[in-house]
């Protein structure tokens, strides 16, 4: 019987392949797309999620981060990560990355999805195969999810993420996230000639409509867009639980707030290491407690971003708010890192 069978071949799943390869389990991933395989992402790492790569033995190529910097008209505030830098990669880039060093490890990569699936004291059946526990790693809309009853509604604003990227010369080697009336804009340098542009909105209309809320940043996107327009959301996901027996939630599946803040795929990198930590102690009930410890910076920073973004006249003092304030907005980033 397989030791850990995982829903999902994208960061999430793999890097939660790895660590129970390098804890001496057999672990298999279920994927129905042929890899790298990319998606509408910010494609920004946190220190955090950095280290988490390097101890797993996976260093794709990037552009190295500073910081974080806020802009919205006048107004500017950034401030440094602390104990490390972040990394600007592309989602193909650590996805290929990812499977390589899972391959190494002897981890198997089966096409297919999970489409059903069932439980029993010892272990669990989905896809046609057998193993001791299923993780859930298939991304926001989780099927896996679905199929256990875990959605919770959502609440708040249905809120969108676009992406695309221009092959220019990053101007800067922070994460710039731009400020308009309708949404934000989300930069990240991810090679020495291509920057990622993120468009976080929850109005109706394309990207290139969006974008022109941003009109200092579209001067500086003097080229062509070399990647097409690609998607994600609604946003926010509520869930009931990330343990449910023998199946366990992590990545996207296991809940969202946004992508405002900008550390999902280093919490995911660092809830997969927590999970299979407590798969290795025997106490997979432990992981709900652990996830909730790792992702709480995020969801109430996040949340409360999101909160006062509702109220128009409260949107519009957050940037010179952050400005007049260095410390407080260097010990948000602190916190997000």
Known sequence: MI????????????????????????????????????????????PSGVAVLRSMGVEPAGRPLRGI???DGPHRAQADFTGGTGLGVRRTELHAALARRAAELGVRTVPGRVTSLRQWDGGVEAAGMRARWLVAADGLHSP?????????????????????????????????????????????????????????????????ER?????????????????????????????????????????????????????????????????????RAGDPRAYEGAWARLSRRHRVLTGALLAVRRHRAAARLIVPAAQRMPALFGAAVHALA
């Open 69 to 71: 910097r806020y802009l």
């Open 211 to 279: 974008l022109r809320e941003f009109p200092a940043l579209l001067a500086r996107l003097d080229r062509p867009a070399t990647t097409p327009v690609r998607g994600a959301g609604p946003m926010r996901r509520r869930v009931r639980s990330r343990v449910a027996g023998r199946v366990l939630l992590v990545g996207d599946a296991a809940g969202y707030t946004d992508a405002l803040t900008g550390e999902g795929i280093s919490l995911a990198l660092l809830s997969a290491r927590a999970l299979v930590d407590c798969l």
């Open 3 to 46: 030791d850990v069978l995982v829903a999902g071949g994208g960061p999430a799943g793999l890097a939660t392949a790895i660590h129970a390869a390098r804890a001496g389990m057999e672990a298999v991933v279920v994927e129905p797309r042929p890899g790298p395989v990319d998606k509408a992402c910010g494609e920004g790492l946190m």
């Open 144 to 208: 896996v999810r679905a199929l256990l009853g875990l959605d919770l509604p959502g609440g708040g604003p249905r809120r969108y993420g676009l992406r695309r990227h221009y092959a220019v010369a990053p101007w800067t080697d922070y994460v710039e996230v731009h400020w308009a009336a309708g949404g934000e804009a989300y930069v990240t340098p991810v090679g020495e000639d291509l920057v990622g542009v993120v468009v976080l909105t929850s109005r109706r209309g394309g990207y290139a």
